[in-house]
């Protein structure tokens, strides 16, 4: 029993990653856009397999990468938010 199973891990520093009970906030999030769409079209079952279908795409999407993997996948395709600290895209050279 070398191997550790940390899936219901118990976040005990700040540093922590966010926790709905035994699963990540951001694969809540992605579960809870198809449960919602599932509702509003009135197709409630339908929703929950689909949510729970694309929150397990999501997990298997992001195991093993980095952990803001949620942030870069949006700035990457929807172009938000834009970074203030970050210079714009298209300059290539700098000085200083």
Do not use: C
């Amino acid at each position: 029993m070398t191997h550790q199973d940390l899936s219901h891990y118990i976040p005990r520093r700040l540093d922590d990653r966010g926790k709905f009970l035994f699963w990540d906030v951001d694969v809540t999030f992605v579960a809870l856009i198809g449960i919602l769409l599932g509702v509003a079209t009135e197709y409630r079952i339908s929703g929950v397999i689909l949510g729970v279908a694309m929150a397990h795409s999501y997990k298997k999407l992001k195991s093993g990468k980095h952990p803001g993997i949620a942030a870069h996948l949006t700035y990457w395709f929807a172009g938000m938010p834009v970074p203030d600290e970050l210079p714009a895209s298209h300059f290539r050279e700098f000085n200083g």
